[in-house]
Nanobody, 125 residues
Framework: QVQLVESGGGLVQAGGSLRLSCAAS????????MGWYRQAPGKQRDLVAS???????NYADSVKGRFTISRDNAKNTVYLQMNSLKPEDTAVYYC???????????????????WGQGTQVTVSS
């Protein structure tokens, strides 16, 4: 089992920045994929950004150029730096982790096996 604990959410004005952190513990050797997903009220949960154990990254079109995902393998932690935030970025952000031998569109869409509890990000206009 892998446990994921998110931190760093909050309220920020449009144009501002936030950094989310997700610390993984437990059987971290069993995962090779970590990502951030978000869910706004009344909408489905969607991929924001992901990173593999080899450092390959993937971003939603809506956040490209504004968000950056990174990882610290020594700390088993993944970060999401969010800049130039917009009101439409308001959502609950979830950390996700899993293992896959192939990263298909379906895998990116649904995510891995493990989920964090979520952290609220609210961007005011």
């Amino acid at each position: 089992q892998v446990q994921l604990v998110e931190s760093g959410g909050g309220l920020v004005q449009a144009g501002g920045s936030l950094r989310l952190s997700c610390a993984a513990s437990g059987s971290v050797f069993s995962i090779n994929y970590m990502g951030w997903y978000r869910q706004a009220p009344g909408k489905q949960r969607d991929l924001v950004a992901s990173i593999t154990s080899t450092g390959s990254t993937n971003y939603a079109d809506s956040v490209k150029g504004r968000f950056t995902i990174s990882r610290d393998n020594a700390k088993n932690t993944v970060y999401l730096q969010m800049n130039s935030l917009k009101p439409e970025d308001t959502a609950v952000y979830y950390c996700n982790a899993g293992y896959s031998s192939y990263y298909s569109d379906s895998y990116y869409r649904t995510g891995g096996r493990y989920w964090g509890q979520g952290t609220q990000v609210t961007v005011s206009s």
